[in-house]
């Protein structure tokens, strides 16, 4: 089946240090992928959507002059969190829609990256 | 503006237990809905999902759920549980008109004795 690639699995970086978390969908375009953030034992919060070839979205109360999404290509999405601070430490999702699993609307995963800011 | 809740924060089953997960949704039009399941430190892997057709949908692992429109419910179980079940399990809503945009309910996090 699909596979969203997501690295690094885990980084620590000291505060004010900018990080940046790969996303990958190994066997499949993706001309959208969305990125999820994860609070400890909490849900999933939709913080933007990527596009490729174009800026993304997204939403209300997420900055994005501090997580910056760059979607280079059909299969690659990037999510920088910038001047890193430990209240962004989180376990950030990518996710994609793979059309192969029955229609746009199903999601593929990535395994997530743990991000701890010292 | 769709939403989801999982009234159930934690739920403890034994071995060879039933299993019932509760979903309801708030959403104007028919939704799409999805169970995924996410172990420690792990992304998420879908179970099982409905987009339309027989309400009763069959999924991975031997869970399966039911589209219930009345109770805007979408319930997921599974007859035997089995320890390596144990996990957070996350009930999601999709709409039309935006590609796979997800909302997600509070997860439920299982708990299996022996």
């Known amino acids: 089946g699909a596979v969203v690639s997501q690295h690094p699995s885990w980084v620590i970086c000291k505060s004010g240090t900018s990080v940046k978390i790969e996303c990958r969908s190994l066997?499949?375009?993706?001309?959208?992928m969305f990125w999820y953030r994860q609070f400890p034992k909490q849900s999933l919060m939709l913080m933007a959507t990527?596009?490729?070839?174009?800026?993304?979205?997204?939403e209300q109360g997420v900055e994005k002059d501090k997580f910056l999404i760059n979607h280079a290509s059909l299969t690659l999405s990037t999510l920088t969190v910038t001047s890193a601070h430990p209240e962004d430490s989180s376990f950030y999702i990518c996710?994609?829609?793979?059309?192969?699993?029955?229609?746009?609307?199903?999601?593929?995963f990535g395994a997530g990256s743990r991000l701890t800011v010292l | 503006a769709q939403s989801v809740t999982q009234p159930d924060i934690h739920i403890t089953v034994s071995e060879g237990a039933s299993l019932e997960l509760r979903c309801n949704y708030s959403?104007?039009?028919?939704?799409?809905l999805f169970w995924y399941v996410q172990s420690p430190g792990q992304g998420l892997q879908l179970l099982l999902k409905?987009?339309?057709?027989?309400?009763l949908v069959q999924g991975i692992k031997g869970f399966e759920a039911e589209f219930k429109r009345s109770q805007s419910s979408f319930n997921l179980r599974k007859p035997s549980v089995h320890w390596s079940d144990a996990a957070e399990y996350f009930c999601?809503?999709?709409?039309?008109?935006?590609?796979?945009?997800?909302?997600f309910g509070t997860g439920t996090r299982l708990q299996v004795t022996l």
């Open positions: 409905y987009f339309s057709g027989d309400t």
């Open positions: 066997d499949f375009q993706a001309t959208t």
């Open positions: 999601a809503v999709g709409y039309t008109g935006t590609a796979s945009k997800l909302t």
């Open positions: 959403y104007g039009a028919t939704p799409y």
């Open positions: 996710s994609a829609p793979d059309r192969g699993l029955g229609g746009a609307n199903v999601l593929t």
């Open positions: 990527s596009n490729e070839g174009s800026k993304a979205t997204y």
